[in-house]
């Protein structure tokens, strides 16, 4: 903190405060003016960068000292460690297509790894399964769509892998759906393991199963949990605002970042947070639905209502999109079904209520974002209407 109040621009303008008087900062803010963010007399242009995928709708370049990048490399080897896989082994990275380049399959193909950017064909999910029976031991790791995308097409095209070819895998960026928790014992022998993190920051933390909560990377990051409306700490166990300060990178200092991820601590027998443990993600802040009526706003949780939806196994892949206050329509891949239209309007009238009209559209598939994850929710309401509901609610 001393570092960035006296050498970079923007926290130096913030004046003499204690860590907790420092402004909560955001993507959108440092979008708006790199400069004021990186250290004096850094260049960017000789720094190691790494750019989001914009699946926020605002994608932001981050920077990092060698220092930094070496940490972060440590970091990678006692996660895998922490997760009983090598670091230093075999890796199947499951990355969106447009990651997905010659170049990149060569780049990986020549540090022995294999890359698989969703291909469903036959001839694609084989080619997969036979470089995992040549190289034993291998970690599959990517987004959760992708790695439901190379499962599926394992069980479709009645493939087995080898005893002992895999050794862990790794969901990453996006919720994991109850088919690929089931899936992966089943296909690999292992369960399903997460990993929370953000390509501005880093590794923020793993878990070693479905409902097992995550293990923050404390000696790294200082994790704070703020309420939705509010810059204070939310309270023990309650669902908050995930902020985090990056305590290495000196190059473009990350204080009191707003992730805009959501999220509660575990808690102790005492009922006190425990800060090295994130008891469960609740999604992104933009994922909230906008519930009761245009006079009475409040605010759902989209979370809540996904994880319900995604046990209802007549349903392959689902999208909510909300078109106004009280107006939805559901885009359902699965047997048109009266019974599952029922079960989710009265899901919808749990969690949400005062739903005014609700559409049903049914397709062969649901495609995956440019990003490679699956988009389960889309407001269709226009920002200034979102905010004054969310202001209110």
Same mark, same amino acid.
């Given at each position: ?9 923007? %926290? ?9 008087? +420092?402004?909560? $900062? ?20 000789? +720094? ?14 981050? %920077?990092?000292?060698? @220092? ?37 399959? !060569? ?18 999910? /084989?080619? $997969? ?39 862990? $895998? ?16 089943? !296909? ?25 909560? %995550?293990?923050? @990377? ?24 995930? $902020?985090?300060?990056? +305590?290495?990178? /000196?190059?473009?200092?990350? !204080?009191? %970042? ?40 409040? /605010? ?10 995604? @046990? ?34 009265? +899901? ?21 974002? /440019? ?23």
């Amino acid at each position: 903190m001393q570092f960035a109040t006296t050498n970079v621009p923007f %926290y130096r303008r913030s004046g003499d405060r204690s860590f907790a008087g +420092l402004p909560i $900062v955001d993507k959108t803010m440092m979008v708006a003016d790199p400069p004021s963010f990186f250290a004096d007399g850094v260049r960017p242009d000789k +720094l190691a960068s790494r750019l989001s995928s914009g699946s926020s709708g605002i994608p932001l370049k981050s %920077y990092f000292d060698k @220092d930094r990048i070496a940490r972060h490399r440590a970091e990678l080897v006692a996660g895998y460690r922490f997760l009983g896989a090598d670091p230093f082994g075999t890796f199947v990275h499951c990355r969106p297509w447009f990651q997905a380049t010659r170049r990149e399959r !060569l780049s990986y193909a020549l540090r022995g790894q294999h890359l698989y950017s969703g291909e469903q064909d036959e001839s694609s999910i /084989r080619s $997969v399964a036979r470089w995992l029976g040549r190289h034993r031991g291998t970690t599959i790791i990517g987004l959760c769509s992708l790695v439901e995308n190379l499962f599926r097409g394992l069980q479709a095209h009645e493939i087995s892998l080898p005893p002992g070819s895999v050794d862990a $895998v790794l969901g990453v960026g996006e919720p994991a759906p109850s088919y690929l928790v089931a899936a992966t014992p089943e !296909l690999t022998g292992v369960e399903l393991a997460m990993r929370y993190s953000s390509t501005e920051l880093g590794l923020l933390g793993f878990a070693t199963g479905q409902g097992r909560p %995550y293990h923050l @990377d404390t000696s790294t990051f200082h994790i704070e949990i703020l309420g939705q409306d509010h810059d204070r700490a939310a309270g023990p166990g309650e669902v908050g605002r995930i $902020v985090v300060t990056d +305590l290495f990178n /000196r190059a473009m200092p990350f !204080l009191r %970042y707003d992730t805009g991820d959501l999220g509660r601590f575990a808690v102790d027998e005492r009922g006190e947070h425990i800060p090295d443990k994130l008891a469960e993600l609740h999604g992104r802040r933009s994922d909230n639905l906008i519930g009761g009526t245009a006079q009475a706003p409040t /605010r759902a949780s989209f979370f809540k209502l996904f994880m319900q939806v995604d @046990d209802i196994h007549e349903i392959r892949q689902f999208q909510l999109r909300q078109r106004a206050i009280g107006h939805f329509t559901w885009t359902l891949h699965a047997e048109r079904s009266s019974a599952v239209e029922e079960r989710l309007l009265h +899901l919808m009238d749990v969690e949400i209520g005062d739903i005014v009209d609700c559409d049903f559209e049914y397709v062969p598939g649901i495609p995956l974002s /440019r990003s490679g994850k699956s988009r389960y929710f889309i407001s269709e309401m226009n920002s200034t209407e979102s905010s004054s509901a969310a202001a209110t609610g």
